[in-house]
T-cell receptor, first 113, second 114 residues
Framework: NAGVTQTPKFQVLKTGQSMTLQCAQDMNHEYMSWYRQDPGMGLRLIHYSVGAGITDQGEVPNGYNVSRSTTEDFPLRLLSAAPSQTSVYFC????????????FGPGTRLTVT | GENVEQHPSTLSVQEGDSAVIKCTYSDSASNYFPWYKQELGKRPQLIIDIRSNVGEKKDQRIAVTLNKTAKHFSLHITETQPEDSAVYFCAAGTSNFGNEKLTFGTGTRLTIIP
């Protein structure tokens, strides 16, 4: 099993550009989520999904969109990048929700200039 | 929503000594409390977790205690080793359908001094 994979590993965007961060898991997990990690602020939940076709907002959803058309994939879209979105983004998945171990991807380091 | 506070933000201990990291949470509905370890440049990984129906859980040199009344939980690492140096995150969440959010603390950077 590859576990949770994320692409790209690094990305530089200009303000106003859009892009999609990819996340995939091969463990047949129902729950998937996106976090951003900023120095001194821990991991903050952006969006999550409890299954295909179902998504919901987390703590910091503004400026981001998600969709979940399959169990395996959970892409995160930045609509119009801003310098405040410079961060490390982690995708995670778990068997059935937040009461189970979260398996994190390797992360994407995004810089917006 | 849930608010998780974690202390201290940095901690240095001599190799072989014990380390304790403390967290408090605000939502009495939270019933699952995991701890994650993140080494430099790596992804967070679960090291131990505890559910609200248990007061203490131990796994070799690592233990977690939970006080539901006071809404706080702690990570204890005994006989610390250099490989314990990392950032540790606590989290609180519910495993109830319809409220599937996990809230993390801000992290503790633990340094083990050889």
């Amino acid at each position: 099993n590859a576990g949770v994979t994320q692409t790209p590993k690094f990305q530089v965007l200009k303000t106003g550009q859009s892009m999609t961060l990819q996340c995939a898991q091969d463990m047949n997990h129902e729950y998937m989520s996106w976090y951003r990690q900023d120095p001194g602020m821990g991991l903050r939940l952006i969006h999550y999904s409890v299954g295909a076709g179902i998504t919901d907002q987390g703590e910091v959803p503004n400026g981001y969109n998600v969709s979940r058309s399959t169990t395996e994939d959970f892409p995160l879209r930045l609509l119009s990048a801003a310098p405040s979105q410079t961060s490390v983004y982690f995708c995670a998945s778990s068997y059935a929700g937040t009461g189970y171990e979260q398996y994190f991807g390797p992360g994407t380091r995004l810089t917006v200039t | 929503g849930e608010n998780v506070e974690q202390h201290p933000s940095t901690l240095s201990v001599q190799e072989g000594d014990s380390a304790v990291i403390k967290c408090t949470y605000s939502d009495s509905a939270s019933n699952y409390f995991p701890w994650y370890k993140q080494e430099l440049g790596k992804r967070p990984q679960l090291i131990i977790d505890i559910r609200s129906n248990v007061g203490e859980k131990k796994d070799q040199r690592i233990a977690v205690t939970l006080n539901k009344t006071a809404k706080h939980f702690s990570l204890h690492i005994t006989e610390t080793q250099p490989e314990d140096s990392a950032v540790y995150f606590c989290a609180a969440g519910t495993s109830n359908f319809g409220n599937e959010k996990l809230t993390f603390g801000t992290g503790t950077r633990l340094t083990i001094i050889p």
